[in-house]
């Protein structure tokens, strides 16, 4: 299988997202789950980033607030990939 791409935004809930990335990665790392973090400094830059490699996906899972949901549901859109 290939892996899925992840995009974390460690903005969300006033910043407290951020502790949730590394247990995030360390759960799929525990369940023999590839992954490609493509968590960014903007909303941009991981699309951008995740678009480039979008062939090379199974999936795509996003953790924030509304605003990364959407991003998530764009990205699913145009590449077909499906969303968690």
């Given at each position: 299988?290939?892996?899925?791409?992840?995009i974390?935004?460690?903005?969300?809930?006033?910043?407290?997202?951020?502790?949730?990335?590394?247990k995030?990665?360390?759960k799929?790392?525990?369940?023999?789950?590839?992954?490609i973090?493509?968590?960014?400094?903007?909303?941009?830059?991981?699309?951008?980033?995740?678009?480039?490699?979008?062939?090379?996906?199974?999936g795509?899972?996003?953790?924030?607030?509304?605003?990364t949901?959407?991003?998530?549901?764009?990205?699913?859109?145009?590449?077909?990939?499906?969303?968690g």
């Amino acid at each position: 299988m290939k892996p899925l791409g992840v995009i974390i935004n460690p903005a969300a809930n006033r910043g407290s997202a951020a502790a949730i990335r590394p247990k995030v990665f360390s759960k799929f790392a525990e369940l023999g789950i590839d992954v490609i973090d493509f968590s960014a400094d903007s909303a941009a830059s991981a699309k951008a980033a995740l678009l480039a490699r979008s062939q090379e996906l199974s999936g795509i899972v996003v953790a924030g607030g509304d605003g990364t949901s959407q991003l998530g549901v764009n990205i699913a859109m145009e590449t077909g990939l499906p969303l968690g």
